[in-house]
DNA sequence: GGTCCGTGAGACATCGATGTCAGGTAATTC
DNA sequence: GAATTACCTGACATCGATGTCTCACGGACC
């Protein structure tokens, strides 16, 4: 039995058991120059038995750079960002690049700390989905020094670096419609607070749905909140009691949608309002009725954006790239609850 | 606009800068030793001014230890495993280490890989949910070289070292015998591929329950195959078109819910036969009826498998332990549908 | 026979931060 | 008044891997 405590073995330590000098053990491990046959057979007998692994500091330290990438996203716990998550770690490794990942927690400071870690590790680049307020001074100073960076979900305002967005303004622009076209007049809208870029995009949707179908907006019907609160449940009732109540209701995510479902099979009025949730989850397909969602592709966008980082990282000095990733409406029944004005 | 491949500032730039020794500014920076309120000012703003920040690979290179740990586990897009990851990430954040998280997605090559990666980046510790397979040679050769381990979810076989498991035989025990108690005695079971720790624990205590009832095992009602597959729907084909086709059905875990309930609201008997999950998921409390499942808490277990790495890494060698996380039964519906047996 | 190239291997400096040691001055204590 | 302490700073070596340079040998080629 070894002693826990012992050192990792270093190349010197190769070197001296197998008679040869550092370098040459350097060689060996890296693949590169000429090394007899024999050298190299000592060399990894030597390795072995130390147990002799590469002291990545020491390698990066000396070369300047490094396989690494970093991931800042608000939640690793959201299915959103974990799907998303893991499609950037399989890019990445891949490539042979190691993915650092962190949550921010919508707390800019969290963030900022989070992303000069990772910077002072070197992270070649990074992927952010920035927090709301999130400092863009420094992210340019950290541009600036050579760092690239991807966001993905959310832009940063007066920022220049390449985005992976979804079109949250035209999938819920669509998701209104589809509630209109189903004689819907009077729609709810649940969205996180206005701070957040996506919940605002979407409620410009759903503005623009409304506009374009000459309906008249009714403020109380719109609620910008975030979801985790215990007050969701007063917010729901404020809206649900009105004297002309919803006959639909559009959730603005799906923390939202899951809150909100919860609240309807409890206190729901019957028959239940129209529903239309922003982003698929699972188990929408297996309530009853099934959600009408509008589905963004959260393993497309990290996909996406990791190749476009890891691109940028190996030099790729292409203007500034925006993609938007179409959503998709996925019908399964809430949606197409008829309203009190459905013609059909 | 500063060129974006100038290299970042380094302490000898700060200290030139500023017309002090490097060691001065590696004072300012750490806080340690004495440095006079001019000089401190000084310092600071040639920092501030060059961007610094400190090269992490450098100064880790001389201390020779990481305020890094590792978490390697199957799925990050798992729920469980997010969930649990963001545990793990709050408790490192909190005590200022940095997390490196990977997925080995059951490939013990893939993991492998992982783990050498993150030992050579210095991780002071590992998390590490092991993938079926694992090669134990291989872990413990690191646990010698003075890597701490902590096993979450699994065991690895013949390696000492401290885990944290969730007492599945003994949950899965009490759902079924929750089953049984309301009158049922075929209830199937469908549990991940029996080389997966968990699924065969689950299933040990689904037939102790069986036996402490005197029931008679049946094993055409036991279904051991990973969820992902298109075949899932034959395999409960096969079970639900028994001449005795059961009359509860017991998840082994979320995934094969999911999958179950799916098939239960398209093609599933009516009236539905009960149903009990091992593991909760979102939204068991928003299906009708809710699903009854066996709780376990993937937070409290990231949490405390986090705290007693970091422990072990500050130098706790107390001898190995060994956690397990109670399950909690959460009955909500679908577990309490009457059987034929039901005397109540 | 001399030059050149392919092959094999070591000495040494270097990456950036920091521990150690060796000063130096000013203030405090006996 | 001498000795001790507190305060402030810099020179230098070091962590481990690797790029650069140098050297040495043997065969090929003109």
């Given at each position: 039995m070894t002693s826990p405590q012992r050192a990792r073995a270093t190349m010197s330590?190769?070197?001296?058991?197998?008679?040869v000098s550092p370098k040459t053990v350097s060689r060996v491990v890296?693949?590169?120059?000429?090394?007899s046959a024999e050298t190299l057979e000592a060399v990894r007998t030597a390795i072995d038995q130390l147990g002799f692994r590469r002291n990545e500091f020491a390698r990066q330290l000396r070369q300047g750079t490094t396989a690494t990438i970093g991931l800042v996203l608000e939640d690793v716990a959201d299915p959103f960002y974990s799907v998303?998550?893991?499609?950037?770690?399989?890019?990445?490794?891949?490539q042979d690049y190691l993915l650092l990942?962190?949550?921010?927690?919508?707390?800019?400071?969290?963030?900022?700390?989070?992303?000069?870690?990772?910077?002072?590790?070197?992270a070649a680049g990074l992927i952010i989905a920035p927090a709301t307020d999130t400092d863009s001074a420094f992210l340019r100073a950290e541009l600036d020094a050579g760092c690239s960076m991807v966001f993905v979900d959310r832009p940063v305002p007066g920022i220049r670096a390449d985005t992976?967005?979804?079109?949250?303004?035209?999938?819920a622009a669509a998701g209104t419609q589809h509630l209109i076209a189903r004689g819907h007049?009077?729609?709810?809208?649940?969205?996180?607070?206005a701070s957040v870029y996506t919940a605002t995009e979407r409620l410009a949707g759903y503005r623009d749905a409304l506009t374009t179908a000459g309906i008249e907006h009714d403020d109380r019907l719109v609620v910008m909140a975030p979801p985790h609160a215990d007050a969701t449940a007063a917010l729901i009732d404020t809206v649900q009691k009105l004297d002309d109540p919803p006959t639909a209701i559009f959730a603005g995510n799906n923390r939202w949608s899951v809150v909100l479902l919860r609240y309807l099979k409890e206190h729901g009025p019957r028959p239940l309002p129209a529903f239309l949730g922003f982003d698929?989850?699972?188990?929408?397909?297996?309530?009853?009725?099934?959600i009408t969602v509008i589905a963004q592709d959260p393993?497309?966008?990290?996909?996406?954006?990791?190749e476009l980082l890891l691109r940028r990282v190996s030099g790729d000095d292409r203007p500034t790239q925006h993609i938007q990733l179409e959503t998709r409406l996925i019908a399964r029944g809430s949606g197409e609850i008829a309203g009190p004005f459905n013609s059909s």
């Open positions: 330590d190769v070197a001296a058991a197998s008679g890296n693949g590169v120059g000429y090394v998303l998550s893991r499609a950037v770690e399989d890019v990445a490794l891949a990942s962190a949550s921010s927690a919508e707390d800019p400071t969290r963030s900022r700390r989070i992303i000069e870690s990772f910077s002072s590790r070197g992976v967005l979804a079109d949250n303004r035209g999938g007049r009077r729609i709810a809208f649940f969205g996180d607070s698929d989850f699972e188990l929408s397909d297996v309530l009853d009725p099934g393993a497309a966008m990290g996909q996406l954006a990791a």
